[in-house]
């Protein structure tokens, strides 16, 4: 559902996978990502879907390890490129929602 509300560019729908503090770390160093945690998270999803009104990302594989999940997703439409982007997200999932992301790459 989280992934479905991103290709819809529904930011209300896509945050509510996430705590209001979720925090975003890059892979492997595991340095945060200051700007893309908490308030700043909302921030740049609602530019990303504003200026990428084709963006969509297409699940290739999923692996659930526990509160662990990992995806692998096909990105297009990224900021209006016509480059097709490969990205992979681990998620961290408390009682109810996305904690923490790492993105590789």
Do not use: C
């Amino acid at each position: 559902m989280q992934l479905a509300a991103y290709n819809r560019h529904d930011l209300e729908g896509f945050l509510r996978f996430y705590v209001d503090d979720v925090r975003v770390y890059s892979f492997p160093s595991g340095a945060e990502l200051t700007d893309r945690s908490g308030p700043a998270f909302r921030s740049r999803y609602h530019v990303l879907f504003q200026s990428s009104p084709s963006l969509n990302a297409e699940l290739l594989s999923r692996v659930v390890h526990g509160n662990i999940v990992i995806d692998s997703e096909r990105i297009s439409g990224f900021l209006n490129e016509d480059t097709v982007r490969h990205a992979i997200a681990i998620y961290q999932v408390g009682a109810a929602k996305i904690e923490k992301v790492w993105f590789v790459g």
